[in-house]
């Protein structure tokens, strides 16, 4: 955190390549950061040839400053920059800012220069960091800090900026600054050699005065960390990215402008939607979703009610609604009572409610009261248009008034020109999203809407899966030993047979499937499983089998079979030779009764495997209807995908036919998405036809391709997102011979964890969560058991079903990597040796995951009450190898730290 804090809040900076040329960007950031500081800090130009610049003491190197600076700027061209970079990293400067461009955005030398100063900052004892290269600076005007190059200076506001195009961030400042809008701090990113994405939102995500996290991206760089970070920070601070590159043609010039990869548009979004994040188009609408994210609370519903004094307005208004996602709310009965009681008989008398062009400002305050307490409305927007009647300012002063004790979201649209500027500027002050025609306001309450239904798929309570832990070892194992036997073969395609052997260790069910070598051993396999038969070539070269005529349906007996062996040698031979023919594979003829659907995975450079669900079979490139999620999924993560398809809704059931078996569909994907996160050498994998009845799902067809054997495994793109970490799952004795098993945390858990504090003490929670009682809130337990095992690891002692310990290990935000540990043990299992497995099982993941100290806080007290465990969990931590910190921050907390090693 004190590197982070040195680039928003330096007590020092300088400037390396200041100067007083007019016109330069050396002048420009001496003089922005001078003129922001007004004496607040001591600033340092570094320049060889001048002995002053703008009236400040010049230095001719860093090494000459009296005092090594916090935050140092470095605007001097690329070839200077490594050497400067060194310094920095010998004198210990936490900070650096590199304004400099021509490194990986160019190619050649510039990125071997960039790849010189990423080496700089791995050498040991290095504490700098470094934002850019190629970038325009920050800004945190409530530290008076503009180490920039702007032209404009940010107002102070409760919104953050991350932008990596340092043009579009001077753009969307010049914008804010025409709408008055504000900022607490601003980022330019460049090309992020150090500093990325992650550590600024994790930043940003403690600042007090940040209310919601703007982004400016054009490629997603260490998407994992991003993910992590978003998902974490989301649904306390909202996360609005304008992201260009969804043409092919925008993705080609966001390569060339910043010299990074860039991912699949489609498969950028479905990670977005996983994180919680909201991706607008335009610059307007990222500003927009801001203020109304960060000043309305968020709907529980789709239903909006829209209050209006011309009608065309609300037609249009329902129209947007619709169409974006959301719904016209249906008013109850006594609401339209209410209504009728006050507003004149030629009123619309539905939804949207026009109160007609003689409306009041009383009106709408008496309107907008009735409507909010209908529980069938969730939202509510108002319209008002300039009539001779109306005065706009009266109108904006009710609503602000409503707004202020409303627990629902409310949305204006204040249409016309210069009479309506007052009212927009008295709502806008008010905090009350305002908008200048009512279809965009019906757009930002369902991009609300959608946010809302992110933030709930985050943490809604998934059922549990099916693969048990303690098979799941076995089951890796597996698996493995198939890829490796292709390895061995010299293959990087497994055969039908063997993919559907991965898939049935996952619990994946498939047709029974025979791989014959002679006529003889086709027939009797055919005749064994009961005609009709299908019958297939057998290679290990050839994965498309119809392209060639390697398929043959509806084999009735034995004669067919052999003819089929032939019409298939014959074929294969013709079309690639005949030494692709390796024999027949032999499976039973499903029922053509069934829908026929898709569930693939590819693999994405940035984001790693991309599950595809969808409409299978030979149409599938024709119909298009997939949806693409990343694993790991969970069983409501998994039902989201399959609806978001034109097919699911045929799977419900559908004109007379019977609907699938949903809970075996979602058990599926679920079981095939933690196939791909266990199984990284996995490239692709499909099976198409996945046949789906009334009563069971079953692959047909399967395909799984390999990253070539000699690839490191550092060098295949990982899970964008964590999955679910089998190799920490043991089993221990306790002290008392009883058989218990420890495993990281998982979203199905929150049940049994909520049974675990309801058999804790006071004395205990106190210990493990500085507080007074056990917890009840449900976030409480969202945040426990939805762990991102990125940045967090929770450990589960389980006997039999029931939880009976609990350790967890919390990343201290940026800290270096860095982590805090507790532990806490149900009453009845106290003394039994629970809290040393459990924190012997921490200490063996740190060491494995590079953790540099993990630090331990131990209350004495809680709110001035003594905690009587103290001893005892003193006694714990110190018997495991923690020692006493250098330095104790509370007089209520002793504070342990250990070094894995």
Known sequence: MESMNAFFNPRTVAVVGATEKTGSIGRAMILNVKNASRGCRTIYPINPKAPTVLDLKAYPTLEACPTVPDLVA???PAKTVPPIVQSCVNLKVKAVVIISAGFKEVGGEGAKMEEEMSRMLKQPGCITRIIGPNCVGVQCPSASLNCSFTTQICAPGNLGLISQSGAMLCSMLDWAVQYNVGFGQFVSVGSMMDVNWAEIIDYMAHSEIIKAI???????GDARAFLSAAREVNPRKPIIVLKPGRTQAAAAAAVSHTGSLTGSDDMLDAAFKRAGVLRVDTIDELFQAAQTLSTQPLPKGPRMCIVTNAGGPGVMATDALIRYGGQLAKLSEKTMATLNSFLPPHWSHANPVDLIGSATAETYAQALDTVLADEGVDAVQVIFVPVAVLNPGGVAQAVKGVCLGSKKPILCSCIGGEEMLGARSMLCRGGVPTFPFSDAASRFFCYMWEFQQRMNDLYTVPRPMG???????????????LIQQAYAAGRLVLTETESKRV????????????????????????????FPVVVKLNSETITHKSDVGGVMLNIENEAQVARAWEQILANVTAKKGAEHFQGVAVQAQISSKSYELLLGATCDAQLGP???????????EVMKDTSLALPPLNTHLAENTILGTKISKVLKGYRGEPAVNQDKLVDILCRFSRLLTENPRIKECDINPLMAYADRVIAVDARVVLYPAETPIEKIPIPAIRGYP???ISTVQLKDSTACMIRPIRGDDVPAAQAFFAGVSAQAAMGFLKEECAPTCPCFFRDLCFADYDRNYT?????????????RMDMLPCSGHRVQASVIVKDAFAHKGVATALLSALKTIALAEHIPEILAEIPHEVNHHPVAAFPVAQHLFEKAGFARAPVQASAELLALTYVPH
């Open 74 to 76: 470095i605007v001097t």
């Open 214 to 220: 703007l982004i400016y991206m054009e490629t997603v």
């Open 467 to 481: 693969i048990a832990d303690a098979q799941a070892v076995q089951v890796h194992q597996t698996s493995e030993a």
């Open 503 to 530: 898939l049935a260790a996952y619990g994946i069910p498939t047709v029974e499937t025979v791989v014959c070598a002679t006529v003889a051993e086709a027939q009797a396999a055919a005749t064994r499983m009961g």
């Open 610 to 620: 991309v599950i595809v669900f969808g409409y299978g079979g030979k149409m599938v």
């Open 726 to 728: 089998i190799n920490r």
């Open 795 to 807: 450990l589960v002692m389980t006997s039999g079903q029931e939880i009976i310990g609990i350790a």
